[in-house]
């Protein structure tokens, strides 16, 4: 792969990143019907957030007519943002579909920056280009972050994950291996080839954009197979 170890590090969730930035002043006429100054949600604050970030956004088409929202950023040791997520359908949660058997519909969409170069975590030096398989990286332990076998002890959960992690890396770091297949699927209209795998957790893709960024997906409950990607325009919508 063309990334190290070390750019696992530095993805923060848009809800931390955003829990300082200042909420916009609602009009006097909003104050007075809901009884005060009413709070602005966390996704809304984390707009501004992902409009630094130096390269398009993706998410599912507009096809795709269901909710959507914020997720995470990832930046570099100097505040540049380099990768980010946005969430499609049912907002996932960790005890979800696998544990309890309850339905979860979504598909979460992440974009990472094409650099040639990142500086590492500590300033003192550089790390290795971003690729497609810094996109599967991120898909795959994405994925694993909201799974959890059922019947597992909660007290075992942090081993099963460390070692499923480990191997989302192995995987990602192999991508002509046999436990990807291709697929190809329209990205701003133009069929793109995607590598793509299953597990009892959901599905993972990943692959290359003509706009310069790698694209990551996961999901569950969603056919991964009629799935369109589009820049986002309005970041507003997923707010």
């Not at 269901?66 to 505040?79: E, F």
């Not at 436990?179 to 290359?208: C, I, K, M, N, Q």
């Not at 986002?232 to 919508?237: E, I, K």
């Amino acid at each position: 792969m063309e990334t190290t170890s070390s750019s696992r590090v530095g993805v923060q969730p848009a809800a931390e990143e955003t829990a300082s930035a200042p909420a916009p002043t609602p009009s006097p006429a909003a104050e007075q019907e809901h009884g005060g100054p009413q709070p602005v949600p966390v996704a809304r604050r984390a707009v501004p957030n992902y409009l630094k970030a130096e390269f398009p956004w993706y998410g599912l088409d507009e096809a795709f007519t269901g909710p959507r929202w914020l997720m995470q950023l990832g930046t570099a040791a100097d505040g540049t943002v380099e990768h980010g997520s946005v969430g499609h359908g049912d907002e996932p949660s960790v005890r979800g579909e696998i544990a309890t058997g309850e339905k979860e519909r979504f598909a979460v969409v992440v974009t990472v920056a094409s650099n040639p170069l990142r500086r590492s975590g500590d300033g003192t030096g550089v790390l290795e280009a971003t690729s497609v398989s810094s996109a599967a990286w991120l898909a795959g332990s994405g994925l694993l972050a909201f799974s959890w076998p059922g019947q597992m002890d909660h007290n075992l959960r942090n081993d099963w994950l460390d070692q499923q992690t480990e191997a989302a890396w192995e995987l990602a770091d192999d991508l002509a291996g046999p436990d990807w297949s291709t697929l190809s699927l329209p990205v701003d209209g133009v069929p793109t080839p995607f590598h793509y795998r299953e597990s009892e957790f959901g599905w993972v893709l990943a692959g290359s954009t003509e706009a310069g960024v790698h694209l990551g997906a996961y999901g569950r409950g969603m056919s991964a197979y009629g799935l369109a990607f589009a820049k986002a325009g309005d970041l507003a919508a997923y707010a």
